[in-house]
């Protein structure tokens, strides 16, 4: 399974008239899939703009660079108003935040009531480490989502190593009134999971491989 059947999975619970934020859009690959085949425009939101000139030229030899919107930002302060978009997409984009959890809230906020969170993310079960570091549970997530103020609507294991995870805005999150702490998200220890989740897991030598 390469990233174009994520990419399909993702447009499949999509509709046509789905106002949509790709949260940590990198290369803009799944932007530029998604706004030729729903034929709208398709916002994408990233802290680094690297890849964004790769995929604005990409949008415009397709002929969809009316189509494909770049906002280069943090996703701790989305620049767009409550309840925006239709659905969020993070794509392999959760386990390298910094802190998750703000970037959640934030997601509840410009997403609409019934809107879609969709998350595709690397999973490993317990005790398992496949590429020496970022892999999550599912559990991990699940709870994180619910914290976060999501009601699950599905988690499907797309195959090995990659599950879909897709949230409805259920009501306001807990976090809102708890407050997010500023660190404390990046541990090196499984057994701290709860607080958030092992996202940088030591790898044998020392440092960590997290791309
Ligand atoms: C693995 S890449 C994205 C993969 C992409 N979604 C895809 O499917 O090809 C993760 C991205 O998250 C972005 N990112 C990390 N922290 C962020 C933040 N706080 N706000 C917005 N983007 C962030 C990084 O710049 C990077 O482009």
């Not at 859009?25 to 690297?50: P, T």
């Not at 599905?154 to 976090?175: H, I, K, N, W, Y």
């Not at 607080?195 to 440092?207: N, S």
């Amino acid at each position: 399974m390469d990233e174009y059947d994520v990419y399909w999975r993702v447009s499949e619970m999509l509709n046509k008239q789905d106002f949509v934020l790709d949260i940590g859009c990198g290369n803009g690959n799944l932007v530029n899939y998604l706004a030729r085949r729903l034929g709208r425009e398709v916002v994408g939101l990233d802290i680094s703009d690297e890849g964004f000139a790769r995929a604005l030229g990409a949008a415009k030899r397709d002929r969809l660079l009316h189509l494909v919107r770049c906002v280069r930002a943090d996703a701790e302060a989305v620049p767009f108003s409550d309840a925006a978009f239709d659905a969020v997409l993070l794509v392999h984009t959760l386990h390298h935040l910094a802190r998750p959890e703000a970037i959640l809230r934030e997601t509840w906020r410009v997403l609409k009531p019934r809107g879609k969170l969709i998350i595709g993310e690397l999973v490993v079960e317990e005790g398992q480490q496949r590429y020496g570091c970022h892999q999550l549970l599912v559990p991990d997530v699940q709870r994180m989502l619910r914290r976060a103020g999501f009601v699950e609507l599905s988690t499907q294991l797309l195959c090995l190593d990659t599950a879909l995870f897709v949230m409805t805005r259920g009501s306001s999150p807990e976090l809102a009134t708890l407050g997010v702490p500023a660190t404390g998200y990046l541990h090196q220890d499984a057994s701290t999971v709860g607080d958030g989740w092992p996202i940088d897991l030591p790898l044998p030598g020392g440092g960590c491989a997290r791309a």
